[in-house]
């Protein structure tokens, strides 16, 4: 494709996601179906800079109004995510000499707002919780994350899985925590390799294979995972259950749960029953109260622990919306707290990473439901035999942060029914 269409087609997108009002990954795919005839490296060049003018929106809103034309064409010439040289051949002489302006700009010269590039409500939120370390963890959400694979242990080992990709020139290290994770160097397209269509591997954050380890999930046991979603977490408690036991995904949305199926049909298990309810106090769940041996929460949140991939969040999220999620979040803990046996395992997670939706969830339920003992997240990751565990943790619960633990940023409590 020629330079300027390129630019033009990035400030056309670049337009799209800045109304903010969809996902930008919805806005995205939108945007590719209706263009179909663009080839990979284009895909990629439009969604990278669409990305990047998401996560440094306050630093080109505050250079956008030196230049000249449309703001998506300002904003998507500050976020072109090519070659230098491919973006000067797109544009005029004015525009050329505006962008080395904004290029000279030294990072010590700006306000903190221009270099942290999130809202306020959220820096205060942060920088209550990390103090010093909160540039460190701006920039690290600014960041695209790394491309985390984790291997089906039913199926193979992860050094196997290592040695195939490696024959296939896609570089991958052990991820540090996680037994099953395996980090990819670059991010190659996966869907046609013979491991993935053979289910040996799924994409999974390191972070997220860590919360499925909190639950221990055994051999032979009755597990829920009460918010199964398209059941990335399914998939990897039913492989430590070693397809054995029962394992239900529940999630009120059908559609979500029908994106299981086809995981599944390759993961090689036969012990999920996904199942959509229709609430969090639904009849199924009465009929299994008080028979399971383990249930993960995995909440619907706020997912600003997934800023790095997600970055439109951070302006389309707002303190009314985490507040009202707040309320959803302790009425799903509630009612999937009943279906645990005496002795059974309860973890409650987010991607979220401000306190309302986490410490503050963790201790409500604490305070209401006294035949629940805390699990230290410690104890809970025993099992994984790490040397470091108490690094994951903040008290007794897991505490992942991008910068720290270069996860995305999770959170996860566990109790035990007493
Ligand atoms: C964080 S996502 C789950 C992601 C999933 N566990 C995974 O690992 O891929 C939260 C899920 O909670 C579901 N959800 C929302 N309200 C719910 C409710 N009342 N009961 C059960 N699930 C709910 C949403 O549909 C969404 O799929």
């Known amino acids: 494709m020629h330079p300027k269409a390129l630019l033009d087609a990035c400030a056309e997108l670049v337009g799209q996601v800045l109304k903010l009002d969809h996902p930008a990954d919805a806005v995205v795919s939108r945007y590719f179906r209706e263009h179909r005839s663009l080839g990979p490296r284009e895909r990629a060049t439009l969604a990278e800079t669409a990305y990047a003018v998401l996560r440094r929106k306050l630093l080109y809103d505050h250079f956008a109004p030196s230049g000249t034309g449309p703001r998506e064409r300002r904003m998507a010439i500050l976020g072109f995510a090519g070659p230098r040289d491919f973006l000067k051949s797109a544009l005029s002489d004015a525009e050329r000499r505006w962008l080395d302006q904004c290029d000279a700009v030294v990072p010590a010269d700006l306000l903190e707002r221009h270099r942290h590039n999130l809202p306020e409500w959220l820096v205060a939120s942060l920088k209550a919780q ?16 790394p491309l985390d694979l984790r291997v ?29 994770g395996l980090r990819l160097a670059d991010k190659p397209a996966l869907t046609k390799l013979d491991a993935f269509t053979r289910g040996a591997i799924e ?60 995981r599944l ?25 008080g028979k399971i041996d383990r249930v993960i929460v995995d909440a619907p949140c706020s997912g600003l622990g997934t800023l790095r991939r997600n970055p439109d969040l951070k302006w389309r999220q707002s303190p009314q919306a985490v507040q009202e999620m707040t309320a959803k979040q302790m009425a799903i803990l509630s009612s999937a707290a009943r279906l645990l046996k005496p002795g059974g395992r309860l973890v409650y997670a987010t991607c979220s990473l401000v306190r309302e939706e ?12 006294p035949g629940f003992e805390v699990l230290p997240a410690v104890q809970a990751l025993a099992p994984l035999k790490l040397a470091d565990a108490a690094q994951l943790c903040s008290g007794d619960h897991l505490r992942l942060w991008p910068h720290r633990h270069e996860t995305d940023g999770f959170f996860a409590a566990a109790w035990v029914r007493s």
């Open 152 to 180: 089906n242990t039913l199926q193979a080992r992860r050094e196997d899985v290592a040695r195939e990709l490696a024959q296939a020139g896609i570089a991958s290290e052990p991820t540090p925590w996680s037994p099953w």
């Open 358 to 369: 986490n410490e503050a969830i963790a201790e409500a339920f604490s305070a209401q439901q």
């Open 203 to 262: 994409v999974q954050d390191e972070g997220s294979q860590l919360l499925c380890a909190m639950v221990d999930a055994r051999r032979g046991e009755m597990v829920v995972d009460f918010c199964a979603g398209a059941g990335g977490k399914t998939l990897a408690l039913g492989a430590a259950m070693r397809n054995t036991g029962r394992l239900y995904a529940f999630d009120v949305s059908a559609h979500r749960l029908d994106a299981l199926k086809p």
């Open 130 to 145: 990390v103090g010093a370390e909160f540039m460190a963890l701006a920039e690290s959400l600014n960041r695209p994350a």
């Open 265 to 289: 049909a390759r993961s090689g298990l036969s012990n999920v029953h996904p199942a959509a309810i229709a609430h969090e106090r639904d009849e199924r769940i009465k009929r299994l109260a």
